[in-house]
């Protein structure tokens, strides 16, 4: 026994008896979705801008893990890049925004 879709989407409204739901409910899912949206774009340039200030307060001494997990101490700060010794006689290069975050920061001098 097959069942007909269109049969089990149950009666509509008999003619002269049109829906009473105001205009405004139609557009519920699109104002509902630029809120998500809107929230989305937030938080994501949130943890941009929380990246970049950590990004520019590294120092020389901090010690740092890049995006690839490589931990290493900051010697030398440049304009783009960092040098980083990742063990005896051996110094690295990155770019500063291949840097994940700070492990531990270095010693401050007043």
């Not at 979705?33 to 809107?38: E, G, I, R, T, V």
């Not at 949130?46 to 990246?51: A, L, S, T, Y």
């Amino acid at each position: 026994m097959t069942h007909n879709p269109i049969l089990l989407m149950g009666p509509s409204a008999p003619p002269g008896h049109e829906s009473t739901a105001p205009a405004w409910t139609g557009l519920m899912p699109l104002l509902i979705l630029m809120a998500l949206m809107f929230l989305l774009f937030r938080s994501s340039s949130k943890k941009q801008k929380e990246h970049e200030r950590m990004i520019n307060s590294i120092d020389t001494g901090d010690e740092v893990i890049t995006t690839g997990g490589i931990l290493g101490t900051v010697t030398n700060r440049k304009d783009k890049t960092l040098i980083i010794k990742i063990a005896d006689n051996v110094k690295i290069e990155v770019l500063r925004s291949a840097i994940q975050g700070v492990t531990k920061s270095g010693p401050k001098t007043p």
